[in-house]
């Protein structure tokens, strides 16, 4: 809904008034957004076109990208399209989506505020992102209109900005649009003075009024009237709110302030989400149902201290049957792999079929992590399977992780077409690559089953995954009409009730099924495949870094450790400048499929660096290489250097030197991907514990005591760092293996300590090279040797060590029972 900058202020005892609230308030406040706000993940969906051809230059392997140099003055050169703009100078996949609109864009920066400036005009910002659906509704119907685009490109000057290239500008904007409205969306809509303050914001707009929804022609016509003729009146209350979200969001730590007691504020995020938890189906709320792994993750850490208690028992349960019903449901892509970004319904069937890095990575993390606390192989096996997806289908040969998959493509069979550029062009549909019909099955599987009374292939599979002849999707569920008589695979029957049912063995009708995906996988490769944004950026890839290497570390997989050591070497390579001490934000692949890099490139933020941070720990737990941990650590200094809050602690989300961001935040909620702050907690005590480091444990605790209000007031909003505070009370376990990396008796050890989920460990190698990275900084464990010659394995608590281990089981056993005296203490 459109946000008008008086209309409500972002703290208490901020009220904004003004009477220009009575004059633009008809005119705007009836404009309803279809994007919400949904348990803290904001709703979005994907839509995109196919990226105009960009300039090319070649990058070999292990090079650093080719730098693509902005022009400063952009001119329109010979095209197939109609209209050209600056837009097609970038590498960002979004942005690159609307160069051909005609509309006059700018991207984000100084030649844009300049404009502004000399010219006296208001700044219209458009954010965004490559596979977000209503993002292209409002590029097809307003963007793409030459009546529209001429008001924008002579009245204001027109900003575009993909979020996921800019999260710092989203962020701004974004807490405007929520703290105004109560909710937000993209494609977000900011109206800005020349000097970059809000005054005007919503989300989607239609072209034309409709109902009681004020069209965009409307909506500008009007911003401009009270631009001409009420600027001072904008401009004040603009600024009123622009304090008053800076008072609002400040996080802060009063003078000698410890953390809050972690027992209790477990406790309390534990309950607050048994309260939302939906028991049926699992997850969290009512539709739509995002996976939120950060929740699933503390849960599971919470029963870790609390596993002897009712309340810790239910909070097992809660994750292994989310994660079960999850891995069942429509949301999980039983033919391709892979997770889905939501469910629209209860049960997790029918999804909005957007696939994104983040998600992958955290939920490849959190099934693993099922199959540790459980045993159950299908928690594993959906974790492999996720890597699967990714290695195949959002990996660049360089070693970087693409950014997301579109939920949308055109139909196999064809659809309607819509003229658009002069030219037919058949449209999009949600899902159209990922759904079948009855009548495809049966084509594909019409063999009878021998020993089934007459059953073909197709009645076993459509039995088990619930495919009906005339679909099996909710008319409720498919606003749009996208996918009548498609059905969306969710397994209904166990494989034992699909065998009894049918009079099969459990393995022959596991092997019905196992070939039957792997045929309509091929299937699908003959579609036209959703647009995939091959962004690549640090903070996701550093995600994906943890993912594979903590699979791989429980699995044993060498494939998957590989493939995370190839990673880091391609952040190290591409993403990290040595001579400046900075990591990247991104970096983009080319249509020749090499690298390409803009100039300047956009510099790192802190979930940059702490993702890259964490994974990095948890690829060196996983790889026991230390040039991994070595990297860590320069990190960690940088991002101190870089974002620390010295007066109030914390981390700001940004450079807070950049005077063209406005606020400067500290995320305070783990949403779709865990805060930067939360993580950086967590970082900084592994880090303590491997470098001897006393000041990044107090700094840690510094952190944790600046969140310490919301931490004790809504806790379920940093389940991630609840985790990092629990870690804090309950101290980590230093776990030292003495043994060389390969020898088969320390692979043994090593495999005892994967096996487990161990939240409160760190987990190190010693070869006897006094001299190694580790015993400089650690002087004590050059006292630690191998006895009788084979590898032993020491743990560590509170400055006092275990006698020595040589034997797995017993490794095994003394970890599990560190578990139960954390517990008695």
């Given at each position: ?21 009575q ?8 404009s ?10 904001l ?31 952009f001119m ?21 989506q609307h ?8 991207p ?28 292209h509704?409002?590029?097809r ?9 001429k008001?924008?490109?002579?009245n204001?000057v ?10 710092d ?37 239609p ?7 004020p ?31 800076k ?34 189906y699992g ?13 699933l ?20 349960q ?22 889905h970004?939501y ?19 955290q939920?490849?993390?959190?099934y ?25 289908d959002?990996?660049?040969k ?21 003229k ?24 594909l ?6 020993g ?24 409720e ?86 493939r ?6 391609f ?15 991104s ?5 020749d ?11 790192g ?24 941990l ?22 700001f ?6 005077t ?10 783990d ?23 006393h ?18 007031r809504?806790p ?33 050890l ?7 989920f161990?939240p ?7 070869d ?55 517990l008695?203490?």
């Open positions: 809904m459109i946000t008008l900058a008086w209309r409500r202020s972002a703290c208490r005892n901020n009220r904004v008034d003004s009477a220009a609230a004059l633009l308030a008809a005119a705007f406040l009836a309803e957004s279809p994007l919400r706000n949904s348990g803290g993940n709703r979005c969906f994907g839509l995109i076109h196919p990226r105009p051809p960009s300039i090319r230059s070649p990058l070999h392997h292990h090079q650093q990208p080719a730098y693509h140099r902005r022009s400063s003055v329109s050169m010979a095209s197939p399209h109609k209209h050209t703009n600056r837009l097609s100078l970038e590498r960002s996949p979004y942005l690159l160069a051909h609109n005609p509309v006059d864009w700018y984000w920066g100084k030649e844009a505020f300049d404009k502004a400036k000399s010219e006296d005009k208001p700044i219209f910002l458009s954010v965004g992102y490559s596979t977000c659906h209503w993002c509704v409002m590029e119907e307003s963007f793409e209109d030459e009546e529209i685009g008001f924008l490109s002579d204001f027109c900003i575009k900005v993909d979020r996921e290239e800019r999260p500008v989203d962020k701004v904007y974004m807490t405007f649009i929520q703290a105004t409205s109560g909710g937000g969306g993209w494609p977000m809509s900011v109206w800005l003075t020349p000097d970059l303050r809000p005054f005007i914001g919503g989300t989607y707009f072209p034309t009024d409709h109902a009681r929804r069209g965009l022609k409307t909506v500008l016509t009007r911003i401009l009237e009270q631009w001409q003729n009420n600027r001072p009146a904008l401009e004040s209350n603009g600024e009123r709110i622009l304090e008053a979200l008072k609002g969001t400040a996080v802060s730590a009063n003078p000698g302030e410890t953390p809050p007691s972690a027992p209790d504020v477990a406790q309390r995020c534990f309950q607050q989400l048994a309260h939302s938890y939906e028991e049926e997850g969290f709320r009512d539709a739509p149902k995002f996976p939120t792994p950060v929740n993750m503390f849960l599971m850490s919470f029963w870790s201290v609390n596993r002897c208690s009712s309340e810790g028992g239910e909070a097992l809660m994750a292994l049957h989310t994660l079960r019903m999850m891995a069942r449901g429509g949301i999980h892509d039983h033919v391709a792999q892979g997770f970004r469910s629209t319904d209860i049960s997790w069937h029918v999804p909005h079929f957007e696939k994104m890095l983040y998600d992958q990575a939920l490849a993390v959190a693993i992590t099922a199959s540790q606390v459980s045993g159950e192989q299908l928690f594993a096996d959906v974790a492999k399977d996720i890597l699967l997806y990714v290695s195949r959002l990996s660049d360089s070693g970087g992780f693409y950014s997301a998959e579109d939920a949308d493509s055109v139909p196999a069979s064809g659809g309607p077409e819509k658009e550029g002069g030219a037919d062009k058949i449209e999009k549909r949600e899902g159209a690559f990922c759904v079948w019909t009855a009548a495809e099955v049966r084509d599987f019409p063999e009878v089953v021998e089934s009374s007459g059953a073909t292939q197709a009645d076993v599979f459509m039995h088990h995954y619930g495919v009906k002849e005339l679909g099996n999707v909710d008319p569920q498919d606003p749009h009409g996208e996918l009548g008589g498609q059905n969306v695979l969710i397994v209904r029957y166990s494989v034992e009730l699909t065998a009894a049912r049918f009079g099969l063995s459990v393995d022959r009708v596991s092997e019905l099924l196992s070939a039957a995906r792997a045929k309509m996988a091929d299937v699908r490769k003959t579609r036209p495949r959703p647009h995939l944004d091959t962004k690549m950026l640090a903070s996701w890839n550093g995600l994906m870094l943890s993912a594979y290497s903590c699979v791989g570390a429980v699995l044993e997989d060498k494939a998957l450790l590989e995370a050591v190839q990673a880091a070497n952040l190290k390579e591409n993403l990290w400048d040595a001579e400046r001490q900075t990591v990247l934000r970096c983009y692949r080319g249509e499929m090499e690298l390409q890099q803009i100039s300047p490139p956009i510099s933020f802190l979930d940059d660096y702490a993702f890259l941070v964490s994974g990095l720990l948890d690829l060196y737990e996983a790889s026991l290489q230390t040039q991994w070595q990297w860590a650590e320069q990190l960690q200094l940088r991002q101190d250097v870089l974002f620390w809050d010295q007066q109030d602690g914390g981390y989300c940004s450079d807070p030197n950049d063209s961001i406005l606020l400067q935040l500290k995320k305070d909620q949403g779709a991907e865990p805060s930067a702050n939360s993580v950086s907690a967590s970082n900084l005590l592994r880090l303590s514990h491997y470098t001897g480091r000041d990044w444990l107090l700094r840690s605790e510094q952190l944790l005591a600046a969140f310490s209000d919301r931490l004790q809504v379920v909003a940093l389940p991630e760092m609840v985790q990092a505070l629990m870690a804090h009370h309950y101290t980590l376990r230093e776990i030292v293996i003495c043994g060389q990396r390969e020898a088969p008796d320390t692979l043994s090593l495999s005892a300590v994967h096996s487990l161990l409160h460990k760190v987990l190190m190698l010693i006897g090279d006094a001299d190694s990275y580790l015993c400089q900084r650690l002087p004590h464990l050059s006292s630690m040797s191998q006895q009788g010659g084979v590898a032993t394995a020491y743990v560590c608590q509170n400055f006092t060590c275990s006698p020595p281990v040589t034997d797995p089981q017993e490794l095994r056993r003394l970890l599990l029972d560190g578990n139960t005296e954390i008695a203490e």
